[in-house]
Nanobody, 115 residues
């Protein structure tokens, strides 16, 4: 089992940057595909970015070229660097660890992009 704790959210102006971090505890972190998802008020949770255990990445079209996912297996962390933030990026961001039929979620961190 994996426990996930997100951090790094906050209030930022349009065009600004934030770096989210997700710290994992438990065994087997390196075998999990790690991902970031977000959920805006009144909307369904959506994929932002994922990285497989082999390092392959996938991004939502809306964040390509602005967001970068990375992972550090030795320290059991995954990060999301978010640049050129827009108001529509405002949401609660969740970290996910996925393997086979298992998914583990963090509690989420709020990102608000507003002037």
């Amino acid at each position: 089992q994996v426990q996930l704790v997100e951090s790094g959210g906050g209030l930022v102006q349009p065009g600004g940057s934030l770096r989210l971090s997700c710290a994992a505890s438990g065994r087997g972190f390196s075998i999990y595909a790690m991902g970031w998802y977000r959920q805006a008020p009144g909307k369904q949770r959506e994929l932002v970015a994922t990285m497989t255990s082999a390092g392959s990445t996938n991004y939502a079209d809306s964040v390509k070229g602005r967001f970068t996912i990375s992972r550090d297996n030795a320290n059991k962390t995954v990060a999301l660097q978010m640049n050129s933030l827009k108001a529509e990026d405002t949401a609660v961001y969740y970290c996910d660890a996925h393997w086979a039929a298992l998914d583990y979620w963090g509690q989420g961190t709020q990102v608000t992009v507003s002037s």
